[in-house]
């Protein structure tokens, strides 16, 4: 059984940082792009970054531009996004996703990750 974990939300002040791991079961994602995902209150799910299979490749929503990185560990099957000067508006649910695409690119649409994570909460308070 396919499963992704994310771990590392939690209450942080505005300005602080959080480090989300997202760690694959069943199988390897080393060849699969990766993605995180937020949902906040009364929203859709949107993507925050994403990841090809090597790390080569990158995208960032503009909103986290310059404070949110995404990285993996293939042999560890495990996708991080380290989270810095954290705001209010970040305040979500954060998904950990994984593609089935072609691996050589990242991908940003909800439709094109076929394995989901069930979520951490990420709270920022002001």
């Known amino acids: 059984q396919v499963q992704l974990v994310e771990s590392g939300g939690g209450l942080v002040q505005a300005g602080g940082s959080l480090r989300l791991s997202c760690v694959a079961s069943g199988r390897t994602f080393s060849s699969n792009a990766m993605g995180w995902f937020r949902r906040a209150p009364g929203k859709e799910r949107v993507v925050v970054a994403a990841?090809?299979?090597?790390?080569?490749?990158?995208y960032y929503t503009n909103s986290v531009k310059g404070r949110v990185t995404i990285s993996r560990d293939n042999a560890k099957n495990t996708v991080y996004l380290q989270m810095n000067s954290l705001k209010p508006e970040d305040t979500a649910v954060y998904y950990c996703?994984?593609?089935?695409?072609?691996?050589?690119?990242?991908?940003?649409?909800?439709?094109?990750?076929?394995?989901w994570g069930q979520g951490t909460q990420v709270t920022v308070s002001s």
């Open positions: 990841i090809n299979w090597n790390g080569s490749s990158k």
């Open positions: 996703a994984a593609s089935l695409r072609s691996a050589t690119s990242y991908y940003v649409n909800v439709n094109e990750y076929a394995y």
